[in-house]
Nanobody
Framework: VQLQASGGGLVQAGGSLRLSCAAS????????MGWFRQAPGKEREFIAA????????YYADSVKGRFTISRDNAENTVYLQMNSLKPEDTAVYSCAASKKYSGLYSARTYDYWGQGTQVTVSS
């Protein structure tokens, strides 16, 4: 599976962005998908995950209520809608795919990673 993330950019605090992650291949709907982010000088951080069908979603406490993960299996794409953005959300955001059903909070669970897309939130 090859993953291509897009949609990052510069936004003012309180604004919104929607990230997309397009996947290649015909088996996208068999993978759980996750979003992670990494800010300069910090460790990679779990943001959100969604199971293969989209029925189950998981969020980090830091983004719960502000970010929404969703997927369109017909389009082989997973989305991250980010609202009420804060300067501390500034990071490189990456998407990842996993064949596993649990442990989706951990980066080690994921088998494939896309390149990151930069999100910068100005105060």
């Amino acid at each position: 599976v090859q993953l291509q993330a897009s949609g990052g950019g510069l936004v003012q605090a309180g604004g919104s962005l929607r990230l997309s992650c397009a996947a290649s291949g015909r088996t996208f709907n068999t993978y759980a998908m996750g979003w992670f982010r990494q800010a300069p000088g910090k460790e990679r951080e779990f943001i959100a995950a969604i199971n293969w069908s989209g029925a189950n979603t998981y969020y980090a406490d830091s983004v719960k209520g502000r970010f929404t993960i969703s997927r369109d299996n017909a389009e082989n794409t997973v989305y991250l809608q980010m609202n009420s953005l804060k300067p501390e959300d500034t990071a490189v955001y990456s998407c990842a795919a996993s064949k596993k059903y649990s442990g989706l909070y951990s980066a080690r669970t994921y088998d494939y990673w896309g390149q990151g897309t930069q999100v910068t939130v100005s105060s």
